[in-house]
């Protein structure tokens, strides 16, 4: 499969599944992990959206920065997806590809699509049955969002697309899940 380049000053979907849909998180401290290595790595080539790791997927939004190269910012992922899987092969004595394939990527063309990406991003630990309050869920970017504390998250603007914070909590809270069919994956 032919992959297209990430270009500098975009907004992009980015996600991936285990390989043979297997779980990529085996244990709570392996999200963690997966979330150092992705401020390690991301944060200086993409502002980073919204974000929910699943046991066997994850999801990324993101904005690339610009003056970037398209081979910088595709080698930060490769950077961050090699770290992460060679970490879990040595830890759990595995060997093979952690995750399905390379990265996939969906470009972002408007803003309603964003917001929207957005919203599905966070309501998918209820998707797939993980929660029954999606803003529960441990390892989504809502509840960073929501917070006061310093985070590498663009937060700032996350909330400006939803015009306030309170508007953010009410649109996340009046949505259910079967309203955003068309950003499964699945």
Do not use: W
């Amino acid at each position: 499969m032919k992959y297209e380049p990430l270009l500098e000053d975009t907004y992009y979907h980015i996600y991936n599944r285990g390989n043979n849909k297997e779980d990529l998180f085996i244990e709570e401290r392996n999200y963690n992990y997966f979330l150092q290595l992705m401020k390690k790595h991301i944060t200086s080539v993409c502002s980073v959206l919204s974000y929910c790791l699943l046991k066997n997927h994850f999801h990324f939004v993101v904005k690339t920065k610009e003056n970037i190269k398209s081979k910088e910012i595709s080698q930060a992922f490769s950077n961050l997806f090699n770290a992460y899987s060679k970490s879990i092969n040595k830890k759990y004595n595995r060997t093979g590809s952690l995750f399905q394939d390379r990265f996939s990527r969906k470009k972002i063309e408007d803003e309603t699509y964003l917001k929207n990406l957005i919203l599905y991003v966070h309501l998918n630990p209820v998707h797939h049955g993980f929660v029954a309050d999606f803003s529960q869920y441990k390892y989504s970017s809502y509840q960073v969002v929501l917070s006061n504390k310093s985070t590498k998250l663009n937060r700032i603007y996350v909330l400006s697309l939803f015009e306030s914070r309170l508007n953010f909590i009410k649109t996340h809270s009046s949505h259910k899940t079967n309203n955003l069919e068309e950003y499964y994956l699945e």
